[in-house]
């Protein structure tokens, strides 16, 4: 089965060797260094900044065809032909070289986290009582206290739904098509209102094209209906199977086709997903409050990824993410701030073999085995569609749901909750890991089922009842942040947790604040101290976290915004792209023509 794989370029420093993508690439993601007199009120406008865009393609000698923004602070830049290798490297270091740049990555190809498995009778013991298997769910006690409500919305990002199967029926709002590449797209045009899934294959007579050449033969996956129905199915129906919510609607947001999606596409759809608004696409009537990515890189958090997180988490969206499947460290979005990235155990509580582990995996939830996978609705068409059916999947894909789902109900139970509250709760109620006799530890080795700790796979094993509860109850301790004013870049801004409140008969014990996102690392003076200050280093829009915990153990989390605004001359460095003047962006660029004579020499 087709592993996920996104090559991603980082921020590195000036003239640094770029990360080369395996696969041809024809869009490049570029984010300008803000001008001196632009500030969080009054940004850039776009048509200026795609001017700048297109001066510094010029400068840089790349042809361009066209270019758009993507989210807030990046562009993507459209060149006439595909690059690869040696050539798309040489491509993003020049624009690196411009001192306007902060930093440039290609609009790589995301693929799905999905395993194949083998059918298998045990059909949803993932969602039963924890009695006979360890890591099931303990959905019935959830839902004695609610089965979710019908305006909650969670969106599922992937290849797209199935959107007539029966057991979806009156369960689906209006979604939309961000698959913006015809050759890619299996429904014969670009972006539109339609996000039904027409199939995701890879044939052999494929591959022999260069566009698939390095794409997995394999068939249709309908790995987006499989996850709508694992969040909410069509329930008390006399039909198929149970979701976890069975009243909340479910958006279908369709970012990829054929050997995954682009990561642009991927970004757009999450944006819009959100309610946030994407040009050329209609406004989203139903934004959702979850969104499910159970998509995958083989590289870090990149700045458009943490830039789009931040604007879905500021407009209240928890976004989901699957650990991935390579049993080994998670790569992005799961190690992106902000996130709550779910790996998979096994029925009996241990880490599967294939999941990903360690410090940046939130909380585990069932991913199934070869022996026991997950059940839930399918299609049996191995191309084009064929019937609506169910079938049984394993992998951290269908972990992610299983916590998306519960999210859902834990916003009928509480509707205020925000993204990092539905965590931290989520967190909270989680059980304790499970230790199987003989079992090896997961830091000893992640690549066969291990025995889990909360710095390997996450807080604990998802309690759909406990979660429930938990959104309920009025004791948890309240994180309050003081709002901060825009200050020059280079200055600190006041960290105020003083407004913060213990629940009734308790007392805050522990304060801590950590930076979310930034385009540099910020200095925080005490980060155990409710009043303390952070220096922010160049201009930019930072996110800090505050977490308080009173003497019961309990949890709240409040995010605070800050603003560093640039200074006469632009401001300096920022974070992985540019040079700090016009002097070694013209140094960089004689070096550079140096180097290509001397190879022509050679």
Same mark, same amino acid.
């Given at each position: 089965m087709l592993k996920f794989i996104a090559a991603a370029l980082l921020a590195v420093p000036l003239l640094a060797p770029a990360q080369t993508s395996q696969e041809p690439v024809r869009n490049l993601i570029v984010r300008l260094k803000p001008q001196a007199e632009s500030t969080?009120?009054?940004?850039?406008?776009?048509?200026?900044?795609?001017?700048?865009?297109?001066?510094?393609?010029?400068?840089?000698?790349? =042809?361009?065809?066209?270019?758009?923004?993507?989210?807030?602070?990046?562009? *993507?830049?459209?060149?006439?032909?595909?690059q690869s290798g040696a050539q798309l490297e040489a491509t993003v270091r020049r624009l690196r070289l411009n001192p306007d740049v902060l930093d440039v990555e290609p609009d790589v190809r995301v693929r799905r986290l999905a395993v194949p498995s083998d059918p298998d009778y045990v059909r949803q013991w993932h969602l039963q009582a924890p009695t006979t298997y360890a890591a099931a769910m303990n959905m019935p006690a959830a839902w004695d206290v609610t089965t979710g409500s019908g305006s909650v919305v969670v969106a599922v990002l992937d290849?797209?739904?199935?959107?007539?199967?029966?057991? *979806?029926? =009156?369960?689906?709002?209006?979604?939309?098509?961000?698959?913006?590449?015809?050759?890619?797209?299996?429904?014969?045009? =670009?972006?539109?209102?339609?996000?039904?899934?027409?199939?995701?294959?890879?044939?052999?007579?494929?591959?022999?094209?260069?566009l698939f050449s390095t794409c997995d033969t394999e068939a249709s996956s309908w790995h987006g209906t499989f996850i709508a129905g694992q969040i909410a199915a069509a329930t008390n129906n006399g039909l198929g199977v149970a979701g976890i919510d069975w009243q909340a609607k479910v958006l279908p947001v369709r970012i990829a086709g054929k050997c995954g999606a682009l990561l642009s596409d991927l970004l757009d759809g999450m944006r819009w997903a959100a309610g946030l608004s994407v040009?050329?696409?209609?406004?989203?009537?139903?934004?959702?409050r979850v969104l499910n990515l159970s998509f995958g890189g083989d590289a870090a958090c990149s700045p458009s990824y943490q830039d789009v997180i931040d604007e879905i988490t500021d407009a209240g969206a928890l976004l989901v993410v699957a650990a991935g499947n390579e049993a080994g460290?998670?790569?992005?979005?799961?190690?992106?701030?902000?996130? !709550?990235?779910?790996?998979?155990?096994?029925?009996?509580?241990?880490?599967?073999?294939?999941?990903?582990?360690?410090?940046?995996?939130?909380?585990?939830?069932?991913g199934g085995t070869q022996t026991r996978p997950i059940y839930s609705l399918d299609n049996n068409g191995i191309t084009t569609p064929g019937v609506d059916t169910y079938g049984e999947k394993l992998g951290t894909s269908f972990s992610s749901p299983q916590a998306a789902g519960v999210a859902?109900?834990? !916003?009928?139970?509480?509707?205020? *909750?925000?993204?990092?509250? !539905?965590?931290?709760?989520?967190?909270?109620?989680?059980?304790?890991?499970?230790?199987?006799?003989g079992a090896l530890r997961c830091s000893t080795n992640g690549t066969v089922p291990c025995n889990c700790d909360t710095s390997t796979c996450g807080a604990g094993l998802l309690d759909g009842a406990q979660a429930v509860l938990a959104a309920g109850s009025s004791l948890v301790p309240r994180a309050v942040a003081a709002p901060v004013t825009t200050v020059p870049a280079g200055n600190a801004v006041a960290l105020n947790g003083n407004g913060s409140t213990a629940s009734t008969g308790a007392s805050i014990v522990?304060?801590?604040?950590?930076?979310?996102?930034?385009?540099?690392t910020a200095s925080i003076a005490n980060p155990s101290a409710a009043n303390t200050t952070a220096t922010l280093p160049v201009a930019g829009s930072y996110v800090f976290s505050l977490t308080v915990t009173d003497n019961a153990g309990q949890r709240d989390v409040a995010r605070l915004a800050a603003t560093a605004s640039a200074n006469g001359s632009g401001g300096d460095g920022g974070g992985g792209g540019g040079g700090a003047s016009g002097w070694w962006w013209g140094a960089g660029l004689w070096a550079l023509a140096l180097l290509a004579w001397r190879r022509r020499a050679a």
């Open positions: 969080a009120s009054t940004r850039e406008a776009p048509q200026a900044a795609r001017e700048r865009l297109r001066s510094v393609a010029n400068a840089a000698g790349v =042809g361009f065809e066209d270019e758009r923004t993507v989210g807030r602070h990046h562009q *993507l830049l459209r060149m006439p032909a595909a290849v797209g739904v199935r959107l007539n199967h029966p057991d *979806l029926a =009156g369960r689906l709002v209006a979604g939309y098509d961000f698959v913006s590449e015809v050759e890619y797209s299996n429904d014969g045009d =670009g972006r539109d209102a339609d996000p039904n899934d027409p199939g995701d294959w890879v044939s052999e007579s494929d591959k022999r094209s260069p040009a050329g696409a209609p406004a989203n009537a139903t934004p959702a460290a998670v790569a992005r979005p799961a190690d992106c701030n902000g996130v !709550l990235a779910v790996g998979a155990v096994q029925e009996d509580g241990r880490k599967t073999a294939y999941s990903n582990y360690g410090a940046r995996v939130g909380i585990s939830a069932p859902a109900l834990m !916003l009928a139970v509480n509707p205020a *909750l925000t993204p990092a509250q !539905l965590v931290v709760r989520m967190q909270d109620a989680a059980r304790p890991h499970v230790a199987v006799a522990a304060y801590r604040w950590a930076q979310v996102s930034g385009p540099a």
